[in-house]
C-alpha cells in the first residue's frame, strides 16, 4: 500500500471516531450524566489532534478535516451550553428548596 493510501484510511478513521465521540458528547451533556461528559471531552480532544496529526506537514488541512474539526468544536459549545442549563436549573430548585425550609422554620 502508498504511504497515500494508508494517510488517507487513517484521515478517515480519525474523521470517523472524531465525529462519533462529538455526537456522544452532545447526548450526553443533554442527559445530564456529567462523569460522562467529562470523560468524552477528554476523548474528543484527543480525536482531535489525532485528525489534525494525520495533516502532512507542511501541508494543507483538507476541508473535511477541518469541518470535521469546527464540528467537534460545535458539539462541546453544545455540550457546554446544555450543562450550564442544567446547573442553572439545579442552582434554582435549591434556591427554591433552601426558602421553602425558611419558611416552614419560621413558622415553629
Known sequence: MSSDLVRHMTSAQSLERLTVIARSLEQAADAGALEE??????????????VVGTIPS???????????????????????????LQQKKLKQKIDQSRRLRLAYKRKD
Open 37 to 50: 461528559v467529562t470523560r468524552l471531552d477528554h476523548e474528543l480532544r484527543c480525536a482531535a489532534l489525532a
Open 58 to 84: 507542511g501541508e494543507a488541512p483538507m476541508e473535511e478535516q477541518l469541518q470535521s474539526v469546527r464540528d467537534a468544536l460545535r458539539a462541546v459549545e453544545i455540550a457546554i451550553a446544555s450543562v450550564q
